[in-house]
């Protein structure tokens, strides 16, 4: 395929071209690492799915059936570690973002391409060590509380230093993408006239490097207390229990705004692109997201409110969490500002754009009950929350990258999608989403508690229809990557530019060669300009 | 506000129907917001699609509008002050102390909450609480955190080793009201679940004065002592004794039972094997069942080893 590739373009091989383990394993080339991470954490996304499907399984009816407490306890948290760790913190970045930050700011690689490819090699390892702990698998959530994470039999040791690892990847990527945004952009390419995706990409980078070391700082502490009984979390030895929690989410509220920075700078560009538009109030959308990174390290607390911290932190923390509410919501209004009179045309990245907005709409305005510190002491660690996450975190990030791969497939392979099929797997997983998740809304409010595996038989309805809701939402995933799959061999060839886009990716073959541009190209203008001047532009 | 709503259940105490108000408050907002963001998006996807194949039509240059940028700034700003100055005055209205409240211990511990009164009676996986009194409950976990949490009170707060956290209870509604654990502490954390009662005054001093009595009835037999070292000091969070399957074996009939251990033997249930099973829970370990009881050997012994014993005989 690549060959032919070469013949057609007539320029140097693409970045394809090249066989064999060792120049995949070696190779310096963002574009290849940025494949290899999407490889690696879709892998996850298929594991951590299956294993949902089995969780909804078993909750199909409230007693003791199927498989025992500790299978279904075992499986959500391996659920969700999964997910959250080894796919939708490192999906958009390091695979989408390794790819295109480069060819978004006319730059031939990353700032230090041999760091990225170690980072890879790191993330490697840490997920080698995280499998491996799979002997014994962990069993506490996600969230790893003590002293529960301190005291159980499970591999929470070795899947400390699993995080640990992935967790240091995370930090060197960050790190990489911030030295090339600054040091790499094309003549010309001043701040504002970056595409949106590289403010989103910046916020997120400078997220990971700041917050990462927290968490793993808190992993070596939790081992440390596992290993050498160092009680830092322990209360009979003058640690304390919520320290943890301090540390735990002190990292991981930050990093669901690495979760969903790159998600909306793919919005910002799927919008314009598709509505032949300018984006609208550009500067508000760039600095809203620094504004949601920097706000975004001072509201952990709102994750404890019912944890025994004082009244007048629980206060503060509240009032600090509605100030993420505004620039958020000046982002969803400025997008559908930009649809305005636009030439909207329905394509499958469009498609999924719009389902980003719908979800994530939901899931922020459910976001304001449990910032609320009345309403969130009824609903927090119900199924209200784990249907806001959902909503925030599937219906947001991964609508995103959903945007995102099918915007930039052709781009990657060279090849176009299954459009038919791009759109029947899209209702199929816009519709299952709904059914899976909004019930648990309705669940959460009647005070159905998560992380249960039996449960009241009165909850039993909506668990059901839940149920249902997600074989739907499978059925569509997996029509999805099929489309992917299929096209990758069978797909049309993808011209340059087949969606008319103007930032500078569109201006190199597909797939891209080697070196990204012959002439590093200089910029005169920003990569918004759809749609008759009439006024003078920026 | 109505007793009952058919989206949140009961509203069985004080703050129940105040929590609700805030929640529709806030469903309001969000509501209106809801219709407008959606209601713009799906009519601007549509008003301005184009048609399949045709080439993109002219659309105008607008970059931004500082009017309207502010206008949807300042306006959702002020409405989520004011969401969350509500928000905070019925979050501290239940956090607020009301003077003489009568006190309860509450003791978490994998898997089973024990309530202690402040007479010195103590139940397990029941409370029960007179109409109209406010409580105050005093809570701590023996091993990992835990979450009280009444559903139909609207109330919820984390337990933690090493620490005291309150919870303050006005019952409305006489009734029986589900307790679940809320914050997950291992295996059988979807069954750690208690019994809320709620009793008209005279009837809830009946029900004391009647229970003082047994107290004071003095000398216990063998299995009530059994019976009450049995429910204090943890053992029904895993065991039930009517038969339901939780974390451990059920303890109904075990005396003289055929049971099937781990390693392949089967030996039958007998006084010194009950024995063996408390002090040494790991040596003689059942099939089919996780190796996660604590040993007792520290904390129950001779008599009251024997009381545990007879008491478990007893369960037929």
């Known amino acids: 395929m690549s060959d032919e590739a070469t013949a057609a373009t007539g320029h140097e091989p693409d970045y394809l071209a090249q066989k064999g383990f060792r120049s995949w394993a070696c190779t310096h080339d963002h574009k290849r690492i940025g494949v290899m991470y999407l490889i690696a954490t879709h892998s996850f996304f298929l594991i951590g799915g299956i294993l949902a499907m089995l969780l909804r399984l078993k909750l199909l009816t409230p007693g003791p059936a199927l498989m025992s407490d500790h299978a279904y306890n075992v499986l959500f948290t391996l659920h969700g570690a999964m997910m959250i760790f080894l796919f939708i913190i490192p999906a958009i970045p390091s695979s989408l973002g390794n790819f295109f930050i480069p060819l978004l700011i006319g730059a031939r690689d990353v700032a230090f391409p041999r760091l990225n490819l170690y980072s890879f090699w790191i993330f490697v390892v840490g997920i080698v060590i995280t499998v491996a702990s799979l002997l014994q698998p962990i069993d506490t959530g996600w969230t790893f509380y003590t002293p529960y994470s301190a005291q159980t039999a499970s591999a929470v040791t070795a899947l400390s230093c699993g995080m640990f690892l992935v967790g240091m990847s995370s930090i060197l990527t960050g790190l990489n993408f911030i030295v090339t945004i600054h040091t790499m952009r094309a003549p010309g390419m001043t701040w504002y006239r970056m595409p949106l995706f590289i403010w989103g990409m910046y916020g997120t980078s400078v997220i990971q490097v700041l917050a990462t070391p927290v968490i793993g700082i808190t992993f070596v502490l939790l081992v440390a207390e596992r290993l050498l009984g160092i009680g830092f979390f322990d209360p009979a030895k003058g640690g304390d229990p919520l320290l943890f929690q301090h540390f735990f989410w002190f990292y991981s509220h930050p990093v669901v705004y690495v979760m969903i920075l790159p998600a909306m700078g793919i919005i910002s560009e799927v919008i314009p692109v598709f509505a032949r538009k300018p984006i609208f109030g550009y500067k508000a959308i760039a600095y809203s997201a620094l504004a949601i990174g920097f706000i975004g390290f001072l509201v952990w607390g709102h994750h404890m409110f019912v944890s025994g911290m004082s009244t007048v932190a629980s206060v503060i923390f509240s009032f600090l969490t509605f100030f993420v509410a505004v620039p958020t919501g000046i982002k969803i209004f400025n997008w559908i500002a930009t649809l305005y009179r636009g030439s909207i045309s329905l394509d499958s990245p469009m498609l999924y754009a719009l389902a980003f907005i719908f979800l994530f709409i939901i899931g922020g305005l459910t976001g304001l009950f449990l910032g609320s510190l009345a309403t969130d002491v009824h609903v927090t660690d119900t199924y209200f929350l784990v249907a806001h996450f959902h909503y925030t975190m599937m219906g947001g990030t991964i609508m995103g990258l959903f945007a995102g791969l099918h915007y930039w497939f052709p781009k990657i392979t060279g090849r176009m999608l299954n459009e038919k099929w791009a759109k029947q797997a899209w209702l199929f997983i816009v519709v299952g989403f709904n059914v899976t998740f909004f019930p648990m809304f309705i669940l959460g409010m009647q005070g159905m508690p998560r992380r249960f595996s039996q449960y009241p038989e009165k909850y039993q309805p909506l668990n059901i229809l839940a149920t249902v809701g997600s074989w739907i939402l499978f059925a569509g995933i997996f029509i999805m990557f099929l489309n992917f799959v299929r096209s990758l061999r069978h797909g049309a060839r993808a011209p340059d530019n087949p969606w008319q886009g103007l930032t500078l990716e569109w201006t190199v073959p597909s797939p891209p060669t080697v070196e990204n541009f012959e002439t590093i190209p200089t910029i005169t203008d920003w990569p918004y300009g759809y749609g008759k001047k009439k006024r003078q532009a920026k | ?316």
Not at chain 2, 14 to 34: E, H, P, R, T, Y
Not at chain 2, 68 to 93: C, D, R, T
Not at chain 2, 139 to 164: C, N
Request: with cysteine; hydrophobic share 40%.
């Open chain 2, 1 to 316: 506000m109505p007793e009952s709503s058919a989206l949140f259940g009961a509203r069985a105490s004080l703050v129940s129907g105040q929590v609700d108000a805030v929640f529709l408050f806030i469903l309001a907002i969000a509501g209106f917001f809801f219709v407008l963001t959606q209601g713009l998006l799906i009519y601007f996807a549509l008003r301005y699609r184009r048609k399949k194949g045709e080439p993109p039509a002219e659309t105008p240059y607008i970059t931004g509008n500082q009017t309207m940028e502010v206008i949807w700034m300042v306006i959702p700003s002020l409405l989520l002050v004011a969401i969350f100055a509500y928000g905070m005055f019925v979050f501290i209205k239940m956090t607020t102390p009301i003077p003489g409240a009568t006190e309860v211990q509450v003791t978490a511990s994998q898997f089973q909450w024990t309530f202690k009164y402040q007479d010195g009676r103590s139940a397990a996986n029941e409370l029960r609480l007179a109409l109209d009194q406010p409580v105050k409950l005093i809570m701590t976990s023996r091993d990992v955190i835990h979450s009280l949490y009444i559903p139909d009170y609207r109330q919820k707060q984390d337990l933690v080793p090493g620490r005291y956290t309150y919870l303050w209870l006005v019952p409305k509604k006489t009734g029986t009201f589900d307790i679940y654990c809320a914050e997950y502490c291992g295996t059988g954390h979807s069954l750690m679940r208690a019994t809320l009662i709620v009793m008209p005054l005279p009837e809830y001093d009946k029900w004391v004065q009647s229970e003082r009595q047994k107290l004071k009835a003095g000398v216990q037999s063998p299995v009530e002592r059994g019976k009450a070292l049995f429910e204090s000091s943890g053992c029904l969070g895993c065991h039930s004794v009517d038969g339901t399957p939780k974390v451990g074996p059920t303890l109904k009939g075990v005396f003289g039972r055929q049971v099937q251990l781990a390693d392949g033997r089967t030996i039958t249930a007998d006084e010194e094997y009950l024995r063996e099973s408390i002090v040494e829970p790991g040596e003689d370990l059942v099939k089919g069942f996780q190796a996660i009881m604590p040993p007792y050997q520290a904390t129950l012994k001779d008599d009251d080893l024997a009381a545990v014993v007879a008491y478990l005989k007893s369960l037929k």
